[in-house]
């Protein structure tokens, strides 16, 4: 086998490799049940156990309480920005914070459904930080208040979620920094992510909402986009995305054997102050995020002094075995994409090339 790379991508990401391991000697044949989990059917109990021992350690992990539903969907991300406003937009109008490019897509297809008001926004930063929240702009009557925790792309993310007023539900997309650190179920309404950052493979997108949200879409709602379908049929309504929840298990297993979320935040602080602490440092990089309070531990975008630099830099980091270091289009530069399945050697490999990139081309 050749030799695995660290991986900076953004997502589809960086799995943790003990959870690999163990997917490949399962791969021909789970357990004693003479079969891949691929070839199971959904319905049979030795899917079924996998099931259930997912969605109860993710329970365990993220001290779901009782009262919200856990929804193992698919349609990615992308499809919660329409399911949000069909199922939750009840009086027809809703708050968003303008953040990134994930919140302005949700933005537009909100906007079929119902009112959207923005409360805030930093576009014109050009997503560089969060945008100011002034509580007088939030709508009381809102069906609720939606935000972006982590914005993938821009590399921000909010030190303290934003506080809704009183009887709003706060509505999340955390794709990109679920389980990185511990967040308050209690403090959402609706809480969501695709799997492909920081849980499993892509094709699996997973939706934590209260039950007294669920159960009120028009009439003329499609079946598999009424939230009640998927909650009265534990997500069985129809096939759901089997290995995709087996992979997710395996890692929310990996991560309560490694001392859970608390731990990871831990970790995952240490990971992303090594490389901010180094950059900041380094009179030669450059994070773009402006307000360092809102700096994500989870995406790390940075510059180089020149751009004539970026072709050399990703060469040679690729070279050294550091793939994906490319940014985002919309920012430029790079970015290191340092999920929880990022080893802390990744991280050091990384500093250690960019030292030395740097002396090299002052
Ligand atoms: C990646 C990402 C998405 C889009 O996910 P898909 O599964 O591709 O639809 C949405 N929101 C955030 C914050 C993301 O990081």
């Excluded at 979620?161 to 959402?188: E, H, M, Q, T, W």
Aim: with cysteine.
């Amino acid at each position: 086998m050749k030799k695995r790379v660290y991986n900076f991508s953004a997502g589809p990401a960086v799995m943790p490799e003990p959870v690999l391991q163990q997917a490949a000697q399962e791969l021909l044949c789970h357990g004693d049940d003479g079969m891949s989990v691929m070839e199971m059917s959904h319905r049979s109990s030795m899917f079924t156990k996998i099931f259930d021992e997912a969605e109860a350690n993710l329970r365990t992990l993220m001290h779901i309480p009782d009262n919200y539903k856990v929804l193992f969907l698919q349609g990615g991300a992308s499809l919660q920005f329409s399911m949000i406003p069909l199922n939750l937009m009840q009086k027809g109008h809703a708050d968003y914070i303008n953040t990134g490019s994930w919140s302005k897509k949700a933005i537009k297809e909100a906007k079929k459904v119902g009112e959207v008001n923005i409360v805030a926004s930093s576009e014109e930063q050009n997503f560089s930080e969060l945008p100011q929240i002034d509580a007088a702009k939030m709508n009381p009557d809102a069906d609720y208040l939606y935000i972006v925790t982590n914005n993938t792309i821009y590399g921000t993310c909010y030190p303290e979620l934003p506080k809704p007023p009183a009887g709003v539900p706060l509505v999340a997309d955390a794709s990109s920094n679920i389980l990185s650190r511990p967040y308050d179920i209690n403090d959402f309404g609706l809480l969501y992510f695709g799997a492909q950052k920081n849980v499993g493979p892509a094709g699996l997108t997973i939706v934590i909402v209260r039950e007294d949200l669920i159960g009120h879409c028009p009439a003329n709602t499609p079946t598999m986009l009424d939230y009640q379908t998927h909650a009265d049929n534990g997500s069985m309504f129809n096939t759901p995305p089997t290995f995709a929840i087996y992979m997710a298990g395996l890692v929310f297993k990996w991560m309560l054997d490694n001392g859970g979320v608390e731990a990871m935040w831990e970790t995952n602080k240490k990971k992303a102050a090594l490389l901010y602490d180094y950059i900041d440092q380094s009179g030669f990089y450059k994070g773009t995020v402006t307000n360092k309070a809102h700096r994500s531990i989870m995406n790390v975008p940075f510059v180089l002094p020149d751009e004539a630099l970026n072709k050399p830099f990703l060469e040679q980091a690729e070279a050294r075995g550091l793939v994906n270091l490319k940014g985002h289009r919309s920012v430029g530069g790079m970015r290191a994409s340092i999920y929880n399945a990022m080893p802390v050697e990744g991280v050091q490999t990384l500093v250690d090339f960019m030292r030395e990139f740097a002396q090299s081309h002052r």
